[in-house]
């Protein structure tokens, strides 16, 4: 199983990225995805998801209404539209996949970790 993690890259506050997480290597649409962030010298925190089922997101509150999720079965993709950015928003993130099918806030609800990719805020 392999996550490829794109689309990081350096932007001003207010401005928008999309990352993207190829999937390879599992039964992609039945599996729950996640991402996650790790900031410099904090711990790893969740930032969205998205369910197998019915499609269902998830928000960590700090993001919410300025991030969007979605997943494409047929390409095996999972994208994180980020509006609206902010200097905190500066961290390393990850994409996971959780054969629960959960569109979950744990960590160890997740399976698979992809490589992470550095999104930087300035301000």
């Known amino acids: 199983v392999q996550l490829q993690a794109s689309g990081g890259g350096l932007v001003q506050a207010g401005g928008s990225l999309r990352l993207s997480c190829a999937a390879s290597?599992?039964?992609?649409?039945?599996?729950?995805m996640g991402w996650f962030r790790q900031a410099p010298g904090k711990e790893r925190e969740f930032v969205a998801a998205?369910?197998?089922?019915?499609?269902?997101?998830y928000w960590a509150d700090s993001v919410k209404g300025r991030f969007t999720l979605s997943r494409d079965n047929a390409k095996n993709t999972v994208y994180l539209q980020m509006n609206s950015l902010k200097p905190e928003d500066t961290a390393v993130y990850y994409c996971a996949a959780g054969w629960k099918g959960l569109g979950s806030e744990r960590h160890y609800d997740y399976d698979y970790w992809g490589q992470g990719t550095l999104v930087t805020v300035s301000s």
């Open positions: 290597g599992l039964t992609f649409y039945k599996y729950g």
């Open positions: 998205i369910s197998w089922s019915d499609g269902s997101t």
